[in-house]
């Protein structure tokens, strides 16, 4: 697999082995997201449902080479969709209703379907997951892998699509260019924001 190094920091582009790597980086980074905790609110569930969330909600960005981590400590990733990559809602629809609480279901289905009506219609990238280990929070990681990302696919001319899922996230990706497209909030979830960044802002 590729590996860049930015600022000294080593990025791997991820590949079919570094899947239980990579899984393990985010999963630990996505204890606290609002939007992992209210789908799987009991610790078990979260922990038994990461690893089929990801498989659901970002396609197989491993088999694709649509990721990249720094591999130095495993302190942080990021997975995305190329406008040739983004995956199916059936089968992500069909997983949620098997795996997230029953009173959550109709809201969580509502929740991503509302996301859908965010997406571009025209071709786009899809950042699916960015995380950081809690432990290396706040150091600018989060910056670093999603500039590696935006440097990609600004050579590509690509636009480039995101849900953050707090107002801490959103004014991060605001200060590296990406503007926001609404807001997104169904029953007793917490508020989403879809985001966008065309090339080179």
Same mark, same amino acid.
């Given at each position: 697999?590729?590996?860049?190094?930015?600022?000294? +920091?080593? +990025?791997?582009?991820?590949?079919?082995?570094?899947?239980?790597?990579?899984?393990?980086?985010? &999963?630990?980074?996505?204890?606290?997201? /609002?939007?992992?905790?209210?789908?799987?609110?009991?610790?078990?569930?979260? @922990?038994?449902?990461?690893?089929?969330?990801?498989? #659901?909600?970002?396609?197989?960005? #491993?088999?694709?080479?649509? %990721?990249?981590? +720094?591999?130095?400590?495993?302190?942080?990733?990021?997975?995305?969709?190329?406008?040739?990559?983004?995956?199916?809602?059936?089968?992500?629809? =069909?997983?949620?209703?098997?795996?997230? /609480?029953?009173?959550?279901?109709?809201?969580?289905?509502?929740?991503?379907?509302?996301?859908?009506k965010y997406h571009?219609?025209?071709?786009?990238? #899809?950042?699916?997951?960015?995380?950081?280990?809690?432990?290396?929070?706040?150091? %600018?990681?989060?910056?670093?892998?999603?500039?590696?990302?935006?440097?990609?696919?600004?050579?590509?001319?690509?636009?480039?699509? @995101?849900?953050?899922?707090?107002?801490?996230?959103?004014?991060?990706?605001?200060?590296? %260019?990406?503007?926001l497209l609404g807001?997104?909030? +169904? %029953?007793?979830?917490?508020?989403?924001? /879809?985001? =966008?960044?065309?090339? &080179?802002?």
């Amino acid at each position: 697999m590729q590996a860049h190094r930015v600022d000294t +920091i080593a +990025i791997k582009t991820v590949g079919p082995d570094d899947r239980s790597r990579v899984n393990a980086i985010l &999963a630990t980074a996505f204890t606290t997201c /609002p939007l992992l905790r209210w789908l799987y609110p009991a610790p078990w569930q979260y @922990l038994q449902h990461f690893s089929g969330f990801i498989e #659901y909600y970002c396609g197989d960005p #491993y088999r694709d080479q649509s %990721g990249a981590y +720094i591999s130095d400590g495993d302190k942080a990733a990021l997975l995305w969709q190329t406008e040739s990559e983004h995956r199916g809602n059936t089968r992500l629809m =069909s997983f949620l209703h098997e795996s997230v /609480p029953a009173h959550r279901r109709s809201e969580a289905e509502k929740v991503f379907e509302s996301f859908g009506k965010y997406h571009p219609p025209q071709p786009h990238w #899809y950042v699916t997951m960015v995380g950081v280990d809690p432990v290396y929070q706040r150091s %600018g990681l989060g910056s670093l892998v999603l500039k590696h990302l935006t440097d990609i696919s600004d050579k590509a001319g690509g636009l480039v699509y @995101l849900e953050a899922t707090s107002a801490q996230a959103v004014r991060l990706y605001e200060r590296l %260019g990406w503007t926001l497209l609404g807001e997104v909030q +169904i %029953g007793t979830s917490p508020p989403f924001f /879809p985001m =966008s960044r065309s090339r &080179a802002q």
